[in-house]
Each structure stands twice: as structure tokens, then as C-alpha cells.
């Protein structure tokens, strides 16, 4: 990639620096969603002899970071899913493992794959792995119904005008055999937004974007395998920290880490013990201050959880 590919400001930042005393000699840390290498910077920076372990499904994130940094041994990079990629450790082995989700603001700025509806020149591709599965505009066509396609945009964003989009989108994609742009969907979902509700069109073009993205990478699915593998490869004392950036994906998190800390019978007297501690009662949020200087940064919210 030759364009100017550096526009990542890493979300809650701070908020994660915060645990670094978590951090010692020989530490092993895992970078789920390594993207511009925000988190992992920071982790390489801190004055320790720690070990990164980072992954992301983006090839183009890995080779802009290797081209733009010099090697270090500290930090292994490799182009994988963070559910795979954390399977390959042994049990009890991270200090910290950090999950920052969605895309990057490089991805959103420079990929060319239409992750923002306001890319009308971009293909609707979406895809963070561009050598796995079909772009969005050929998945759509595989599916056999509208009906399908108005479930998938209402379960991956709860929007309410899920069957009358589908239903416009699914006919018009299934109509046209060729490459589809971003400015052809955004024509077909005004189409299906009855005026009065007009008003909503951006919120409406943002959700069905992501219920489309959500899909398109199978994020859900990947995001609870990772969070239950996860859970054992953390040291005693080890944290997950996970960032999420919309309502579904924080829900996703939030159940997963309130089951995960409940107490468990241990033995047949009915004792129980809890094995992980939710550090976060409230998420973190950014302050105003990081949301003035980066507008992504307004819906993230950063839960952690410590393993006992
Ligand atoms: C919000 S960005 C991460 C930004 C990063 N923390 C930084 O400071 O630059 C999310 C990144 O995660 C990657 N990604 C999304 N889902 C993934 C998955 N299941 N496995 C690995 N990487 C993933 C995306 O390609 C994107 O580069």
C-alpha cells in the first residue's frame, strides 16, 4: 500500500495505561486487533522486557507497520483472527490480553472498502480479510431471499426499517450483476426510508452499515469464541480488557463477563469459589477531551475482567 495510511489515534489509551503495572519482566501480553498498533506501541514502549503476541485479519495493517517500524523481537505479528490465534497458546499464559473491535480508523480512511456510507466511489466490499469469503455486494447475492438479508441488518443492529431495506437492497443487488458501489446502497436504503422518517437517514445508514460489516466478517461468532478462549489462557492476576463500539458488541461483553465472575460449586458440599473478578462495574468511557480529539473515540466503551 503506497497511500498515506496513518490516521489510528488508539481509544482509551490511558484508561489501559492505568493497568501497567500489571506488566513485568517476561510479561506476555496478547494484541487481538493489532490494526495501527496503537496498544501494542505503547505496551513495546513501556520500560520492560515484555512479549507481544499480536494479530489482525487486516494484511495491509501488518504490512504497513512492518515497513514503517524497525523489527523488535519483542513483537510477534502475524495475519491471523484473534479466535485462532489465541487458541495456538498454552493455558495460563497472559499477563494482559486486549481486544480493541471493529475497524480501524486507517481501514475507515484509506482501505477502500467501504466501511463508511459516506465512500459513494468505494465497492461495497467490507471485508477486513480480503483473501477469505466474497466482498458484501457478492455475499448478498448469495443469500436466497430479501427476507434473509432484512433479518441479518435487524439482528446485527436492531434497525426498524430492517424489512422494507432488505427487501429494496436484496432486489436491486440481485438485479445487477456487476460491481456494487457505496452510492448505489445508500440510494436504495433512502428509497426505503419513508419521508417522515427522513430526518433518521444517517442513523439508519450507520446501522445498516454495521449489521452489514457485523455479518460480512462474522464478528459476533468470533468475538464469543475469543472471549471464552481467552478466559484460559489468562495468568492469575491477568486481565481481558476488551473495547467494544456499539451497543450489541458491549452487550455481547457485558453478559459474557457477568457469567464468567459468578461463583461456581466447587465441590459436592455445594462450597463455590469465583474465579474471575469484573474490574470495570461501570465501562470506561473517553473523556470529553479524547472525544474532541477523536470523534470515533465517542462511542467506545472498555470492559475488564481479572482472572483471581
Ligand atoms: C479498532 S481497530 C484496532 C486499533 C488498534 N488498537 C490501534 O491502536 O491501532 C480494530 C482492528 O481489528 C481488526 N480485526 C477486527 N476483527 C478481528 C478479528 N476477529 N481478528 C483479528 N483482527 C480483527 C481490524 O482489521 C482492525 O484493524
Known sequence: MNIAFNNHKPVLLEAISKYESLISDGSNIFDGTFGGGGYSDYFLKSKTDVHIYACDLDQNAIDYYISNNSKSNK?????????????????????????????????????????????GDEVLDLRYNTDDDLPAYQKIRLLKTDRELSKVIFQYSGETFSSRIGKNLFAFISANNQVIYVSEIVKSIEASIPKKFMHKRNAILSRVWQALRVWVNNEFDSLENFLVTSLDKLKPSGMLMVTCFNSLEDKIVTKFMRNASKKDIVDDFGNTEQFFEIITKKPITPSDLEIQNNIRSRSATLRIIKKI
Open 75 to 119: 513483537l510477534q505479528l502475524v495475519k491471523s483472527n484473534f479466535e485462532d490465534y489465541i487458541s495456538f497458546f498454552n493455558s495460563s499464559f497472559f499477563d494482559i490480553i486486549v481486544a480493541d473491535l471493529g475497524y480501524s480508523s486507517n481501514q475507515l480512511d484509506f482501505s477502500n472498502r467501504g466501511f463508511s456510507y459516506l465512500k
